[in-house]
Nanobody
Framework: QVQLVESGGGLVQAGGSLRLSCAAS????????MGWFRQAPGKEREFLTQ????????GYADSVKGRFTISRDNAKNTVYLQMNSLKPEDTAVYYC????????????WGQGTQVTVSS
């Protein structure tokens, strides 16, 4: 199992930047695909980006492509989400998640961190 704890959320003005971190504990962190999701009030959870176990495979949702960057440091058991050019519509609770190799779904989730972008 993997336990995930996000940090780095907060209040930022539109056009600003934030860097989220997700620290993982447990066994075999480097064998998990890691993803970031968000959920705004009244909306469904939205996939943002994911990074493969080695870091070589990365994908982004169109809504964040070119503005957000995912990375991971397997030595530190941490995945990051660098968010630039933030917009008020990026306001949401941001979650990291882990998906074990060969499994179709993300099985492990953090508690979330709030990001608020003011206009």
């Amino acid at each position: 199992q993997v336990q995930l704890v996000e940090s780095g959320g907060g209040l930022v003005q539109a056009g600003g930047s934030l860097r989220l971190s997700c620290a993982a504990s447990g066994r075999n962190y480097s064998l998990y695909t890691m993803g970031w999701f968000r959920q705004a009030p009244g909306k469904e959870r939205e996939f943002l980006t994911q990074i493969s176990e080695s870091g070589s495979g990365i994908g982004y949702a169109d809504s964040v492509k070119g503005r957000f960057t995912i990375s991971r440091d397997n030595a530190k058991n941490t995945v990051y989400l660098q968010m630039n050019s933030l917009k008020p519509e990026d306001t949401a609770v941001y979650y990291c998640a882990a998906r074990e190799i060969g499994r179709p779904k993300y099985d492990y989730w953090g508690q979330g961190t709030q990001v608020t972008v003011s206009s």
